[in-house]
């Protein structure tokens, strides 16, 4: 794991309690602008762009991030410097999850769709050094920008500010480790048959996604609603991890 930009990030922050970022990422203010978030000892609060908080614990290095759109869920939640001692169950399960298949088979590229601040692509280059390629895709262009300056953690880690869907029909990759992290709702039958072609169904893959975790997928929980001929072209295994269900499709 590469701390150049971490340890750039925790120079950055160490003397102030409460920062503001224009969409540049360059510093607009110092002074507390927000009365939702204050914060606590040790605790710097970065407000970037005008929906996304974040909030760092200098002492113990965890990071957290929300969206004020969706200020009832917590976007993500790690410690930088300890990305693999997880604090959502979920990430933990996925990641570990891998640890078995990833020493006898030789997996060269992984895909992330739904980067947020990164426990994903960190804890997985933390883990496992070997991995070639990692290239991760988040919608939000502020967080990749954000990410990719101060807390991207390898050079093998690519980042793409796109929507995921128009980032598998595109990408010339094929994968053989996918994350899938966004919400419920573009999770469709088109999405599906992209991500076949992309993880070449004729070798070895494992296909992880998150699809409860969000206000639109706790609907479909109610009503018990999945619709799994999404996922008729794999086999499909599903895993309950607190209050996520997880996919595993190969
Ligand atoms: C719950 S967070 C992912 C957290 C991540 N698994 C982690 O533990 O750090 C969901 C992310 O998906 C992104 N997202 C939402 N819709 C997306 C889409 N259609 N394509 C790509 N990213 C998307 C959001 O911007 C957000 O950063």
Avoid: W
Avoid at 97 to 119: E, M, R, Y
Avoid at 152 to 163: F, G, K, L, N
């Amino acid at each position: 794991m590469d701390l150049t930009k971490i340890n750039k990030f925790i120079n950055f922050v160490a003397n102030y309690k409460y920062i503001t970022l224009n969409t540049k990422l360059k510093l607009e203010s110092f002074q507390q602008t927000s009365t939702i978030f204050n914060p606590s000892k040790n605790e710097v609060i970065l407000e970037l762009g005008t929906n996304i908080i974040i909030i760092y614990n200098k002492k113990t290095t965890k990071i957290s991030c929300i969206f004020l759109d969706e200020i009832e869920y917590i976007q993500t939640e790690f410690f930088l410097l300890k990305p693999n001692k997880f604090l959502t169950p979920y990430v933990k399960f996925m990641i570990e999850n891998v640890s078995q298949s990833l020493h006898h088979k030789n997996t060269n590229n992984c895909l992330v769709i739904g980067l947020c601040l990164g426990n994903v692509p960190n804890s997985l280059i933390h883990m496992y050094p070997f991995i070639k390629r990692i290239d991760c895709v988040d919608i939000n262009g502020l967080l990749c920008k954000f990410y990719k300056k101060y807390l991207c953690a390898s050079p093998v880690i690519h980042v793409y500010s796109m929507d995921g869907i128009k980032f598998i029909k595109s990408t010339k990759h094929t994968y053989s480790l996918v994350f899938i992290d966004i919400p419920c709702s573009f999770i469709t039958k088109k999405f599906m048959s992209l991500i076949n072609k992309i993880t070449a169904p004729n070798s070895d893959r494992i296909i992880q996604i998150n699809i409860i975790g969000d206000g639109d997928c706790k609907k479909i929980k109610e009503n018990k609603k999945i619709n799994e001929n999404l996922f008729s072209n794999f086999n499909t295994k599903k895993k309950q991890i607190d209050s996520n269900l997880i996919y595993i499709l190969n």
